[in-house]
């Protein structure tokens, strides 16, 4: 959890998942407005949350995602905005 270039047990390293979840995130808020949903694990979550709030790589350990809930991301101009996390989906509705 300290070496973001690591690669445990041969997976992907912490810095090729940030990179992976960029540009995806790149490429989805840069058309136009639209909707998409993704059904993913907190990893991708919390890379995206530290992705949009432009914070440091190793802040992915700082957030927290509780399971089965929603965070919902905007892009508008090609810039992403964070509209909720850790939503319980009863109360997304």
Known sequence: MTDPDARPHGGETLSELSDRVRDWLDGAGGGDDGCVVAITH???????VAHILGAPLMAVWRIEIEPLTLTELHAHDRCWRLKRVNCPLRAAR
């Open 42 to 48: 907190g990893g991708v979550v919390r890379a995206s």
